[in-house]
């Protein structure tokens, strides 16, 4: 039964029999919402630490039809006194952190909040761990924006250095090494998933995908004209967000913890994803499509693309969705928003 933020769950109340549990922070994101769906699915108890904040956050809870069945506990990952409670309280086997100032263009304009919940919420959590229940087997959420600009390596594996263009990229990179620094020091079951892009039509909109199918739909609707972007040459691995929470709960399954590249191994263009997302409804993305300076980042990424190879081997995962079958997805799923008022 789900649980009003603000009504946290007494230790006793918690945990009366062996199923596994998991806590999600950022349960109410994208990763956190299909996450928190597939352990669900998998007979797990599983509960959630998110911020109070003054309005509605649960709507993706509500979307998979699993708000009930999820419970929620008040707490901030900046706080390390929320931290500690939260695994006090529920005494998790696994613990996802994927809670995190999660917009790259954000990150230039808020880096110290970026890098206190991207960053040293981590460490919070992983410290909480460590105090209260060692044996906690600990998912971080990597990030293949900790690549960034190395135009010499097109494609980017577990080996391939680090190079971050960005304070989002900086404060996971922060997190990346904090859970591999834990995992050696102190024995800590920590696995490191470098994700690259991965989208659904639980992305926010402040995300180029959703922009664009948001875009597609209002366009083919009569209720907007056109659609301003930035650089639409820079290239992307992306795959469906529903494919690679399944790598994440995968990873924690191993006998050692490690760390793994999770993507597609196929990289595209924005130019080229807006081309399969408008030629999804009949419409030329050239005719509404507008490059607007405004939109460029201070540095920008060029090229990302990530190779599964190990997650494949060692993990028997590999993407399930192709990006055509993506961009349907989302398009559909926003036609279907607007067609609704929503």
Not at 161 to 184: I, Q
Not at 229 to 239: F, H, P, T, V
Not at 309 to 338: I, P, Y
Request: aromatic fraction near 8%.
């Amino acid at each position: 039964m789900s649980q009003d933020p603000g009504n946290v769950n007494n230790s006793s109340d918690i945990g009366t029999n062996n199923t596994m549990k998991a806590l999600i922070t950022g349960i109410t994101g994208q990763d956190g919402s299909y996450l928190a769906q597939h352990l669900l699915n998998l007979g797990y108890e599983v509960y959630g630490m998110m911020p109070r904040r003054s309005t509605p956050t649960v709507w993706r809870l509500e979307y998979l039809g699993i708000l009930d069945r999820v419970n929620l506990l008040e707490g901030d990952l900046s706080d390390m006194a929320a931290c500690m409670r939260a695994v006090a309280e529920v005494h998790p086997d696994e613990v996802y952190n994927l809670g995190a100032q999660s917009f790259v263009a954000t990150s230039w304009k808020q880096p110290v909040l970026t890098a206190q919940a991207t960053g040293m919420g981590a460490l919070n959590m992983l410290e909480a761990i460590r105090t209260i229940k060692p044996d906690t087997k600990f998912y971080q959420a990597s990030t293949s924006e900790m690549y960034g600009g190395l135009r010499d390596r097109p494609l980017q594996d577990e080996n391939t250095p680090f190079h971050p263009r960005s304070p989002y990229g900086v404060a996971k990179l922060f997190a990346h090494w904090s859970t591999v620094n834990y995992r050696e020091s102190y024995g800590i079951f920590g696995c490191c998933g470098i994700l690259f892009n991965h989208e659904s039509p639980l992305r926010g909109i402040e995300f180029v995908t959703r922009k664009v199918t948001d875009a597609v739909a209002r366009i083919k609707l009569g209720k907007q004209k056109d659609l301003h972007l930035g650089n639409i040459d820079a290239k992307r691995d992306w795959g469906f967000a529903g494919d690679y929470v399944k790598a994440m709960h995968l990873m924690l399954q191993r006998d050692k913890p490690d760390s793994y590249v999770v993507a597609t191994g196929v990289t595209t263009t924005v130019r080229d994803m807006c081309r399969i997302a408008f030629g999804h409804v009949g419409l030329n993305y050239e005719d509404y499509v507008v490059i607007d300076p405004k939109f460029y980042r201070p540095a920008e990424v060029e090229i990302l693309m990530g190779d599964p190879t190990k997650a494949q081997q060692q993990l028997g995962w590999k993407a399930e969705t192709s990006l055509e079958e993506l961009m349907a997805m989302m398009v559909d799923a926003d036609l279907k928003r607007v067609k609704e008022g929503r």
